[in-house]
C-alpha cells in the first residue's frame, strides 16, 4: 500500500478540523497575507491551504444545513399527525 503525499497528508489532517479551527487557521493567514511582506512561494502555499480550509468550512456548512432541514422535516411531520 502506498502513502498518501505530503499534500494528501495535510488535506486529511486538515479535514478533521472543526469549522472554529479551520475558521480561525482561515483568519490568521489573511492576517499574515494582509500584514506581512512574504515571498510568492510562501504566499502561493497560504493560498492553497485557505482554498483547502474553505472548502473544509463549506462541507461542514452544508453538512450541518442538510441535518437540520432534515430534523425541521421530522418535527414538522410530528406536528401534522
Do not use: H, W
Amino acid at each position: 500500500m502506498t502513502e498518501p503525499s505530503k499534500q494528501n497528508r495535510k488535506f486529511i489532517i486538515m479535514s478533521n478540523l472543526s469549522y472554529e479551527e479551520a475558521y480561525k487557521r482561515l483568519a490568521e493567514i489573511a492576517r499574515s497575507i494582509e500584514s506581512e511582506n512574504i515571498s510568492v512561494d510562501v504566499l502561493a502555499d497560504k493560498v492553497k491551504e485557505a482554498a483547502s480550509l474553505i472548502e473544509i468550512c463549506q462541507t461542514k456548512l452544508r453538512s450541518t444545513e442538510t441535518e437540520v432541514n432534515k430534523i425541521i422535516a421530522q418535527m414538522s411531520k410530528g406536528e401534522a399527525t
